[in-house]
């Protein structure tokens, strides 16, 4: 299993970034649920939005709800991450996981970062 993630960078407050997770080893057709966690500095990892690859049930991570929308493209084993209206507390390393047949996979993240 791997996981690649991409689409991170600068961008001002009030902008947008949208986040790709590109997955291999496994195919979306299963049910699995894909997550986005991101981690700022000297703070813990923080679940932000989660997604079930068949049935679509999504969440969200209250200070992301109604600015950060998650979807997936199950023929592209894909999974996205829209970010609007950021903000400077937005600012991470965004990582896309899955955990199949007990075992948590995680990708390197990709580094978001606001600017005020």
């Known amino acids: 299993v791997q996981l690649v993630e991409s689409g991170g960078g600068l961008v001002q407050y009030g902008g947008s970034l949208r986040l790709s997770c590109v997955a291999s080893?496994?195919?979306?057709?299963?049910?699995?649920?894909m997550r986005w966690y991101r981690q700022a500095p000297g703070k813990g990892r923080e679940l932000v939005a989660t997604?079930?690859?068949?049935?679509?049930?999504?969440t969200y991570e209250d200070s992301v709800k109604g600015r950060f929308t998650i979807s997936s493209d199950n023929a592209k084993n894909t999974v996205y991450l829209q970010m609007n209206n950021l903000k400077p507390e937005d600012t991470a390393v965004y990582l896309c996981?899955?955990?199949?047949?007990?075992?948590?996979?995680w990708g390197q993240g990709t580094q978001v970062t606001v600017s005020s």
């Open positions: 996981s899955t955990r199949i047949d007990l075992t948590t996979y």
């Open positions: 080893g496994f195919t979306f057709s299963r049910y699995v649920i």
């Open positions: 997604i079930s690859t068949t049935g679509g049930t999504i």
